[in-house]
């Protein structure tokens, strides 16, 4: 089977990813009710069952809404690093000690055959990270919440052949929007949400470089973009930047806050 995907829903109303290779499969944050997260897994043909531990970015509640109850209801172990523990905490209820499982920021595990390496982004929690995968060859990185794309950042997104990265809002849009200015400035900032501009300036060296094959769009605000509009903006940072991506079979790939992406097969 290989290394494979499925967002299973991303934005502000809720995120979670199921990552799968030939012996492994991790839930990578849980976002949604657990009743939620449940429909949409079954939409993917896959079970709580089937899980074997739960990786968690950071503890804001659109990425651990579910977590307490989802973990519990099929013992798994959740992975996460200690300041993220202690922020979110109170609001994941009681686990069992063997069931609360440290990864250290930068730190690198083997779950059978699928190898997690977790690094720092950027981004107003207590210590927020990403997360690489890789099987077969092939790497899988998740990149979203992140203000912008530190050299260090950029440094974890080079060899993906596919990934998931924050298109979060329009800046016109937001700027315009009906936001408080203080959280305009918050989402705008070092430590809050990449733009469809700044998406775009991230993916014109992943293209020139040529691995990149495919690019799924995510974490998109609801009030303050669309998707077509993304990929408008992202193509046409591209295209100003002379990069004409067709040349380098690249794709950029929707993701949706109310339905599950395809499952996709990542190959090296």
Same mark, same amino acid.
């Given at each position: 089977?290989?290394?494979?995907?499925?967002?299973?829903?991303?934005?502000?109303?809720?995120?979670?990813?199921?990552?799968?290779?030939?012996?492994?499969?991790?839930?990578?944050?849980?976002?949604?009710?657990?009743?939620?997260?449940?429909?949409?897994?079954?939409?993917?043909?896959?079970?709580?069952?089937?899980?074997?531990? %739960?990786?968690?970015?950071?503890?804001?509640?659109?990425?651990?809404?579910?977590? @307490?109850?989802?973990?519990?209801?099929?013992?798994?172990? =959740?992975?996460?690093?200690?300041?993220?523990?202690?922020?979110?905490?109170?609001?994941?209820?009681?686990?069992?000690?063997?069931?609360?499982?440290?990864?250290?920021?930068?730190?690198?595990?083997?779950?059978? +055959?699928?190898?997690?390496?977790?690094?720092? %982004?950027?981004? +107003?929690?207590?210590?927020?990270?990403?997360?690489?995968?890789?099987?077969?060859?092939?790497?899988?990185?998740?990149?979203?919440?992140?203000?912008?794309?530190?050299?260090?950042?950029?440094?974890?997104?080079?060899?993906?052949?596919?990934? =998931?990265?924050?298109?979060?809002?329009?800046?016109?849009?937001?700027?315009?929007?009906?936001?408080?200015?203080?959280?305009?400035?918050?989402?705008? @900032?070092?430590?809050?949400?990449?733009?469809?501009?700044?998406?775009?300036?991230?993916?014109?060296?992943?293209?020139?470089?040529?691995?990149?094959?495919?690019?799924?769009?995510?974490?998109?605000?609801?009030?303050?973009?669309?998707?077509?509009?993304?990929?408008?903006?992202?193509?046409? =940072?591209?295209?100003?930047?002379?990069?004409?991506?067709?040349?380098?079979?690249?794709?950029?790939? +929707?993701?949706?806050?109310?339905?599950?992406?395809?499952? +996709?097969?990542?190959?090296?």
């Amino acid at each position: 089977m290989g290394l494979r995907f499925t967002v299973l829903s991303s934005g502000s109303t809720g995120n979670a990813t199921v990552v799968s290779s030939s012996a492994a499969t991790v839930l990578i944050d849980a976002g949604l009710s657990g009743k939620k997260i449940e429909s949409l897994m079954q939409e993917r043909e896959v079970s709580g069952s089937e899980l074997d531990a %739960i990786f968690v970015t950071h503890e804001h509640s659109d990425h651990i809404k579910g977590l @307490g109850a989802f973990a519990r209801k099929y013992g798994l172990p =959740v992975y996460a690093n200690e300041k993220t523990w202690g922020a979110m905490n109170k609001h994941v209820g009681e686990l069992p000690d063997e069931q609360r499982k440290v990864l250290p920021t930068g730190g690198v595990m083997e779950l059978f +055959d699928l190898r997690i390496e977790s690094y720092a %982004i950027s981004h +107003d929690a207590e210590e927020p990270v990403g997360y690489c995968f890789r099987s077969d060859g092939a790497k899988l990185t998740l990149a979203t919440d992140l203000g912008y794309v530190s050299d260090k950042v950029m440094s974890q997104l080079l060899e993906s052949d596919v990934l =998931v990265l924050e298109a979060n809002h329009d800046i016109n849009m937001l700027r315009m929007g009906r936001y408080p200015w203080n959280i305009k400035r918050r989402i705008l @900032g070092d430590m809050g949400h990449l733009s469809n501009e700044a998406a775009g300036d991230t993916l014109c060296r992943l293209v020139s470089e040529g691995r990149t094959k495919r690019v799924y769009l995510a974490h998109l605000s609801q009030e303050h973009n669309l998707m077509d509009l993304a990929k408008l903006t992202v193509n046409t =940072v591209l295209e100003d930047n002379g990069v004409f991506y067709q040349k380098h079979e690249f794709a950029l790939c +929707d993701t949706y806050a109310d339905r599950p992406t395809a499952w +996709d097969l990542v190959k090296a």
